[in-house]
């Protein structure tokens, strides 16, 4: 059997319309999988009770505090990239945004103070005593450690 060159045509047409719309569902699908929620804090070793006061002025008191699962944040000063330990921190307080980056001004226990600039997008988790709770560095105004 010959095809004709009408024929030929609209075969390729049909398959490269099958591509497309394989690609297309492949791709809405995927970008379905999950909403952002989360289900718990991560486990982090070493209890931080904190208090959290978010950009709307609601305060949140809670423990089991972590910065994307870990227990320092993790930010820029400059050119350099830095790790701030809880354990050295009395209180953190968010300041201007500028691209994806926030300004921090970080209050230390010794008395001292540090600034850098950390991921607006970090997630911070904690466990407070109506469940867990999740909240970006962009929606925090400050975090004391108690």
Same mark, same amino acid.
């Given at each position: 059997?010959?095809?004709?060159?009408?024929?030929?045509?609209?075969?390729?047409?049909?398959?490269?319309?099958?591509? !497309?719309?394989?690609?297309? *569902?492949? &791709?809405?699908?995927? =970008?379905? #999988?999950?909403?952002?929620?989360? %289900? $718990?804090?991560?486990? !982090?070793?070493?209890?931080? *009770?904190? &208090?959290?006061?978010? =950009?709307? #002025?609601?305060?949140?008191?809670? %423990? $089991?505090?972590?910065?994307?699962?870990?227990?320092?944040?993790?930010?820029?000063?400059?050119?350099?990239?830095?790790?701030?330990?809880?354990?050295?921190?009395?209180?953190?307080?968010?300041?201007?945004?500028?691209?994806?980056?926030?300004?921090?001004?970080?209050?230390?226990?010794?008395?001292?103070?540090?600034?850098?600039?950390?991921?607006?997008?970090?997630?911070?988790?904690?466990?407070?005593?109506?469940?867990?709770?999740?909240?970006?560095?962009?929606?925090?105004?400050?975090?004391?450690?108690?």
């Amino acid at each position: 059997m010959r095809w004709t060159r009408v024929e030929r045509r609209l075969s390729m047409l049909q398959w490269v319309c099958r591509a !497309v719309i394989t690609l297309t *569902a492949f &791709i809405l699908l995927t =970008a379905m #999988g999950t909403t952002g929620g989360f %289900e $718990k804090a991560p486990r !982090v070793e070493k209890n931080f *009770a904190v &208090i959290i006061t978010d =950009a709307s #002025g609601s305060k949140i008191a809670g %423990e $089991k505090f972590s910065a994307e699962g870990r227990i320092y944040f993790s930010g820029y000063l400059g050119m350099a990239q830095v790790m701030m330990p809880f354990d050295r921190v009395r209180e953190l307080t968010v300041g201007e945004f500028q691209d994806r980056k926030a300004k921090v001004l970080v209050k230390l226990i010794d008395g001292t103070q540090a600034s850098f600039e950390i991921d607006s997008k970090t997630r911070c988790y904690g466990e407070a005593n109506f469940g867990s709770f999740m909240l970006t560095i962009s929606e925090i105004k400050t975090i004391v450690f108690k």
